[in-house]
């Protein structure tokens, strides 16, 4: 899978998951229904929300927190944030990953103090001094290298796989960030001290060199990619007011200026109990589960609520379109305004989209893959880059090799005013319900994605059992629900478009030229 189409999943489509067709199959309705019934819950004092589901066929587990504190969080000149404490919150606490924290606590602020003053200087721009500008980064890294020697690198990591964790691993979307692996029965109480210490007391050490590391991210998978500059530019075009458009990878000025209190703020207003869910799927009893959870996850702050996102992306009423030429395969992007998880459009416009570019079978990819040839995949879907809010439903286009990437955007067009015009077919609406069941019950069929996908929804939702509220309306989606839709949304006026152009050998030479 291309990274475009792993970030469009970790964006959003994993909740998809428990928004399955209920009552298409029997046994795939059934076995959806034991799952709502075998979910127990309970809240701690501090708000935090805990799901334990009992499955005892191995002695294993599997464990997931989602924090409602992604990309769309983060304030002008801090993007990219959320991203950092991810990275920070695998670094240990005072406990863990230090030789001797009180040496540590020190060095730290030391190094805190030696970034503040090489900030300063650089903020005066053409006024700065660039010899005591040197002076000054010079005293900077001597810093970061006296704070390294009381380091213990990823020992918090290392301690969880040396008690058999495995799937150790974190993301962080533009909706939230969320942690996750699996660990032996036995290694319960272990799995409840080492999340209490990251969520409640973490130390931010390594902070500026995991920074660097977290530049270099960018470096690869944006500014060195041809697909990633189009991703980047297509969600600031798309996106004029919501801060959906900043993604999750943050801004290059951002980045470069952080500083450790900048992640310290973000964790002590969204890393809050009421902001978390934590899952529990395996060979664990709610009653175990419960009585360390009061025990360790308890510490975790109760805080405040942390502030709303309130900026509403306006309706579109012109297409909004980005050329790129690049030395790269052309590819095709398009977009549509598309709405929010839980808005009563959005089952059908997931449904619509399957239609049009869910697959080998997509009515997309039956007339540009296999009929005209224009393309060498078709991929799309809704969530881009997240589903909390409103948002893009997208269609790619990987144009085959020697074709006119505009031939294969205006036949895209074609086979959506075809589905305007002539409307679904009876079998492609329950062709695309059974699908869509088939797959997700694949998915609850494993506990580490289970756990994961409950604490999504979760925090998306709102509650969990709003997941399965929504399986109705996956149910319910008519065929005049697909074709009002497509009339509705998919329109120019709504669309956004990204085209990037493979670079003639003319235009390279003239490009040399002209450097």
């Not at 998919?490 to 490009?511: D, H």
């Amino acid at each position: 899978m291309n990274r475009f189409a792993l970030r469009l999943l970790a964006a959003g489509v994993l909740v998809a998951g428990l928004l399955g067709a209920a009552g298409l199959l029997p046994a795939g309705a059934a076995l959806l229904e034991n799952l709502r019934d075998s979910i127990q819950e309970f809240t701690l004092e501090n708000g935090l929300r805990v799901l334990v589901i009992e499955r005892h066929d191995a002695p294993v587990f599997s464990y997931a927190t989602c924090v409602d504190a992604g990309g769309v969080c983060e304030t002008t000149g801090k993007t990219g944030i959320a991203h950092m404490f991810e990275h920070m919150a695998f670094k240990g606490t005072e406990a863990i990953g230090t030789e001797d924290y009180d040496a540590e606590r020190k060095l730290l602020a030391k190094v805190d103090e030696a970034w503040d003053a090489v900030l300063a200087e650089q903020r005066k721009g053409f006024d700065a001094d660039s010899t005591r500008l040197a002076e000054l980064q010079a005293a900077y890294k001597q810093a970061r290298e006296e704070a390294k020697e009381v380091v213990i690198g990823n020992e918090f990591a290392k301690i969880l796989e040396q008690n058999g964790a495995r799937g150790i691993n974190a993301f962080t979307g533009t909706d939230m960030t969320c942690y996750f692996y699996s660990l032996p029965s036995n290694r319960l109480e272990l799995c409840m001290r080492m999340e209490a210490g990251r969520l409640a007391y973490p130390v931010l050490r390594e902070f500026y060199l995991e920074r660097d590391v977290v530049r270099n991210e960018r470096r690869i998978g944006t500014e060195s990619s041809a697909v990633g500059r189009m991703f980047e530019n297509f969600l600031t075009t798309a996106f004029m007011a919501h801060p959906y458009k900043n993604g999750v990878i943050g801004h290059t000025s951002d980045i470069e200026a952080f500083h450790r209190r900048d992640a310290r703020e973000f964790y002590e207003t969204y890393y809050v109990a009421p902001n978390m869910t934590a899952v529990f799927v395996g060979d664990v009893t709610v009653d175990q589960v419960k009585k360390l959870a009061k025990k360790y996850l308890a510490h975790i702050s109760e805080g405040s609520d942390p502030p709303p996102v309130t900026t509403i992306e306006p309706v579109h009423t012109a297409e909004r379109r980005i050329i790129a030429h690049e030395d790269a395969n052309p590819m095709v992007i398009i977009g549509w305004q598309c709405p929010a998880v839980t808005a009563p459009d959005f089952a059908p416009m997931e449904l619509l989209m399957e239609i049009l570019a869910g697959g080998r079978s997509s009515r997309l990819y039956e007339r540009l893959v296999k009929e005209e040839k224009v393309a060498a995949n078709i991929g799309g879907g809704t969530g881009l880059p997240g589903n909390k809010y409103p948002n893009q439903a997208v269609v790619f286009v990987t144009v085959a090799a020697d074709e006119d990437p505009y031939r294969a955007e205006q036949l895209v067009y074609e086979e959506i005013e075809r589905l305007i015009t002539e409307g679904p077919t009876a079998e492609e609406l329950e062709k695309v319900k059974t699908s869509y069941l088939a797959s997700e019950i694949r998915q609850i069929r494993e506990p580490s994605r289970l756990a994961l996908q409950l604490a999504i929804a979760d925090q998306i939702l709102g509650h969990w059992n709003r997941g399965f509220t929504l399986l109705d309306r996956i149910e319910q989606v008519t065929l005049e629900d697909i074709q009002r839709l497509a009339e509705e949304r998919l329109t120019q006026a709504r669309r956004t478009v990204g085209i990037i152009e493979k670079k003639s050998n003319e235009a390279q030479a003239a490009a040399v030229k002209e450097g």
